[in-house]
């Protein structure tokens, strides 16, 4: 690979011993991946922040990091923590997973990272532009990037993204390069898509179809970019798509080759098997939304048709810190509140210690929470619309 | 044998070798460096200050920060040779600063074999 006569003097140790492990990762990363050079990033976005994720063995690691001098060199936030990192203990997450989810986010803090925990970055402050290299690691949130916005990420690593932080570069490979972001498959979707679950279906079914792959949408007339988040995270977690292009609605789709493409039809009976699948268990014992994180356009959704009403068993809504404290101003937050729900922010459902908390059964709407809540969390789950969701626990 | 330098360093010891890739995130304990995955082939056995063999990492990437814990725990293995390296180790053994080399064909080393594994010239020789 080349590099600078500054990147040079980087691996030779000039700048410190942190930088030259750093950028050695890198740059092994790069020889790898068949990456020409490093490129310089516009913004991270770190995974691996989770106590239920990382264990001691990541804590310590990073701790060692700040103890050496590690200092971020670009916009850097995280993916989700473990808990609410202000209401943890009203909304009963454990007292110890708390104490080592807190020296995470001191050692990120150290660090310069803003600790803003969310795997939906570009909603809370993190917005990179077209074409703009960054270095993002959660898969939904990499996935909206490449595709909404038409940025450019490979899916990063926890350390990889810590290291390009740092280093302020990544290797320039994969999604990087513009003959990469052609579409390899041609989806024709032939249903009605109404709510985010619908999209979220639709993701988990193709994403389940055609694993890594690039699919080129057609039949999608309409889709806000909350339906777009969905689509994207159910694709993101059921195969491993990391760009996906929809004709007419995302950037990159008029510029892309679309030619002889091999071609796949999705109708309502697909969908419809989809439900089916993804519900092991029936009767909730508690509704996750917001995954990914709840915009405030879903947080105001959900306190309008919460209103007056009073749940039997609980509501939760994931967010980011920055829409919930717009929440708690434009008075969703207590809304929800008042008919039994909770707001959470900071933390999601797939990352927290759920199943210490007595939950069995999970209610959710989103493609990427049925794909996961069985395997991470041990929740039998019911996938369905927000309506019957909320239906079922009044 | 020649192979391609994953992280540099040159050290002499004993092999132990894996026929089944090693996922270090619940595969080996990194206060110990004893391998603790039930049913593996290396099941009970230590890697501290062996030569680790072993065809390519599985599994969670947080296993990059087990490499990490055990190196800075003082048990880790002396270095690693792989058949291909994929992320997950190479950003730990670079992370540790632990020698390791892959693209070696590990069906001619043997668990008890002295090698001598010289990343920086990405070679690995049976003594």
């Given at each position: ?157 926890g350390p990889s993204a ?233 | ?15 132990i070798v894996s026929p ?86 590990i069906g001619k080393i ?18």
């Amino acid at each position: 690979m080349y590099l600078t006569q500054e990147e040079e003097k980087i691996l030779d140790g000039e700048k410190g011993d942190v930088l030259e492990r750093m950028f050695r990762l890198l740059t092994r990363l790069g020889d790898i991946y068949g990456a020409d050079k490093m490129i310089p990033i516009g913004s991270v976005q770190v995974a691996g922040v989770s106590y239920k994720s990382i264990g001691d063995p990541g804590t310590e690691f990073l701790e060692d990091m700040v103890s050496k001098g590690a200092k971020v060199k670009v916009l850097t936030y995280l993916n989700p923590a473990g808990m609410d990192l202000e209401n943890w203990e009203k909304i009963g997450f454990p007292k110890d997973f708390a104490q080592n989810q807190l020296r995470i986010m001191n050692a990120f803090k150290s660090m310069g990272i803003v600790v803003t925990s969310t795997c939906t970055p570009y909603l809370a402050g993190n917005l990179p532009r077209f074409r703009e290299h960054i270095a993002w690691s959660e898969s939904s949130a990499v996935s909206f990037s490449n595709s909404v916005i038409g940025a450019r990420t490979n899916r990063e690593g926890g350390p990889s993204a810590l290291a390009a932080a740092i280093c302020g570069r990544t290797p320039n490979y994969g999604l990087h390069l513009w003959k990469n972001r052609q579409p390899t498959i041609k989806i024709k979707v032939d249903s009605k898509l109404e709510f985010s679950s619908d999209f979220g279906a639709l993701g988990y079914f193709v994403g389940k179809q055609i694993k890594n792959k690039i699919p080129y949408f057609t039949g999608i007339t309409d889709a806000n970019t909350d339906q777009l988040k969905a689509l994207g995270a159910a694709m993101a977690a059921s195969g491993a798509v990391a760009l996906y292009h929809v004709e007419g609605l995302t950037p990159e789709a008029d510029l892309v080759e679309k030619k002889g493409l091999e071609s796949i039809n999705v109708t309502k009976k697909d969908l419809d098997e989809t439900y089916k699948k993804l519900s092991s268990g029936k009767d909730p014992d508690v509704v996750i939304l917001g995954c990914p994180h709840a915009s405030l356009r879903e947080i105001s959704t959900l306190a309008d048709k919460l209103k007056g009403k009073h749940l039997k068993k609980p509501i939760w809504i994931c967010t980011s810190r920055v829409m919930k404290e717009a929440a708690d101003r434009m008075g969703f937050t207590e809304i929800i509140e008042k008919a039994g729900g909770y707001i959470v922010a900071d933390t999601c459902m797939v990352v927290s210690p759920i199943e210490q908390m007595g939950y069995k059964t999970t209610g959710v709407n989103s493609g990427k929470a049925a794909n996961y809540l069985p395997g991470f969390c041990k929740q039998d789950v019911v996938f369905a619309n927000i309506d019957k969701l909320i239906e079922g626990q009044l | 044998m020649k192979g391609r330098m994953i992280s540099p360093g040159k050290v002499e010891g004993k092999a132990i070798v894996s026929p089944d890739p090693i996922g270090f995130y619940g595969g080996i304990d990194a206060k110990t460096g004893i391998v603790i995955e039930k049913d593996h082939p290396l099941e009970g056995q230590c890697v501290t200050d062996k030569i680790l063999v072993f065809p390519c990492g599985k599994g969670s990437t947080v296993g990059s920060y087990v490499i990490y814990g055990l190196k800075k725990n003082g048990v880790a293995p002396k270095a690693i040779i792989n058949k291909e390296t994929e992320t997950i180790v190479a950003t730990g053994v670079i992370l540790a600063g632990i020698p390791c080399v892959d693209h070696i064909d590990i069906g001619k080393i043997n668990t008890g074999d002295t090698v001598i594994v010289d990343a920086d010239h990405a070679t690995v020789d049976l003594v």
